[in-house]
């Protein structure tokens, strides 16, 4: 009885701790990906200043080793160049480990890029003289890329050297534009077409106004025209003349009378 009882214990704390363990996987932040030296546990994408140290100064005061706590008057900011991007990679380095600023090189954009300098997470002072750090300890890895590069990858600067591969990171989130624009585009073609059919119509009407009054002008011109004599109108023929009535004989003269008898 009593081993059945520390078996139903023993499954429960075995089902607790898988949960637990679901639950802290499922808790993890968004990025995060193991490497030979520990994990990455975040990324930093800026185009903030970060501080450095003034090298220049530090060796001219004999400080050619790193320093856990930098003084105020070795610390300097530098900017990203023109059309560039800080990436800051948080990474915890486990004991027994070690993590160095040449391991890893950042491809993006089509080109790699070298890491510009590591920083102690309770300092956050990147310094060129920090070159490798062992571990337990939780450094910063500076890198620099274009503004416009969407998505970055850590890859090994040793391709002899099997490092562990660093999942793709998307820096822009590729959005779909939005609609409306182009819907605009059309609503203004439809309008100029719109425009341009109107203007046709216009331009149709009145050549065909004018179509029409140059034909009433043909028209009243005809109307007013006085009417043309037939051109061959044949003369009436003159009545004809009656032949002039011939003088009446005169009577035969009577015979003279006989005056002899």
């Known amino acids: 009885m009593k081993a059945k009882s520390a078996f139903s214990q023993l499954r429960y704390l075995f089902c607790l701790t898988v949960l637990g363990a679901a639950f802290c996987t499922h808790a993890a932040p968004p990025f995060s990906a193991k490497i030979h030296a520990g994990a990455i546990e975040r990324m930093q994408r800026t185009s903030a200043p970060v501080i450095f140290v003034n090298l220049e100064s530090a060796i001219a005061n004999d400080e050619a080793n790193p320093v856990d706590i930098v003084p105020e008057g070795l610390r300097v900011e530098v900017a990203p160049g023109d059309g560039e991007v800080f990436l800051i990679f948080t990474v915890a380095v486990l004991p027994n480990r070690s993590l160095s600023t040449l ?7 089509g080109a790699e890029y ?7 997470e309770n300092n956050n002072v990147f310094d060129l003289r920090r070159v490798v750090q062992k571990g337990p300890a939780v450094v910063k890895l500076l890198f620099a890329c274009p503004e416009t590069a969407e998505e970055a990858t850590l890859i090994s600067a040793f391709p002899n050297v099997p490092l562990t591969p ?11 534009p939005p ?73 035969a003269p009577k015979p003279a009378e006989n005056l002899w008898f």
């Open 103 to 109: 391991d890893y090189r950042l491809r993006a954009g």
């Open 114 to 120: 070298e890491c510009k300098g590591m920083a102690l």
């Open 166 to 176: 660093v999942p793709t990171i998307t820096l822009i989130e590729k959005t779909t």
């Open 179 to 251: 609609p409306e624009p182009e819907a605009e585009a059309a609503t203004e073609d439809e309008k100029d077409a719109s425009e341009e059919k109107d203007e046709k119509a216009a331009e149709t009407a009145e050549t065909t106004e004018e179509a029409e009054e140059a034909d009433k002008k043909d028209d009243d011109a005809k109307d007013k025209k006085p009417a043309e004599k037939p051109a061959a109108e044949e003369k009436k023929p003159a009545a004809e003349e009656k032949p002039a009535a011939k003088p009446a004989p005169k009577p």
